[in-house]
């Protein structure tokens, strides 16, 4: 069984909307920092937004604030993340991620990672 898989992605015009969620196999990730990290082409991966476990403490890059929010949902072991007003350098495969450490620090330690969705956006 995959431990991450996501889905949601596709093909989206600019100023749209988009929800991603990520499917965890396993109660162990009730007990884990969730989060999304995206990769575009020719660009290094970046991070996204994460949510803690025991406070659903959130933490998001600067550039995503206002604009993208991340949530779970500890009955279904589910992490999604609500993403609006999109432009066309959001354009990345997008990538679940789950680790011990807290949403800040989350980048520095991943334990597991989805095989990533695709979300492309048009002008």
């Known amino acids: 069984q995959r431990p991450l898989v996501e889905s949601g992605g596709g093909l989206v015009q600019a100023g749209g909307s988009l929800t991603l969620s990520c499917a965890a196999s396993?109660?162990?990730?009730?007990?884990?920092?969730m989060g999304w990290f995206r990769q575009a082409p020719g660009k290094e991966r970046e991070f996204v937004a994460a949510?803690?476990?025991?406070?659903?403490?959130?933490y998001y890059a600067d550039s995503m604030k206002g604009r993208f929010t991340i949530s779970r949902d500890y009955a279904k072991i589910t992490v999604s993340i609500a993403m609006n007003n999109l432009k066309p350098e959001d354009t990345a495969i997008y990538y679940c991620?789950?680790?011990?450490?807290?949403?800040?620090?989350?980048?520095?330690?991943?334990?597991?990672w989805g095989q990533g969705t695709q979300v492309t956006v048009s002008s």
């Open positions: 991620a789950a680790g011990r450490r807290p949403p800040h620090l989350l980048g520095s330690e991943i334990e597991y």
């Open positions: 396993g109660r162990l990730f009730s007990r884990y920092t």
């Open positions: 949510i803690g476990w025991s406070d659903n403490s959130t």
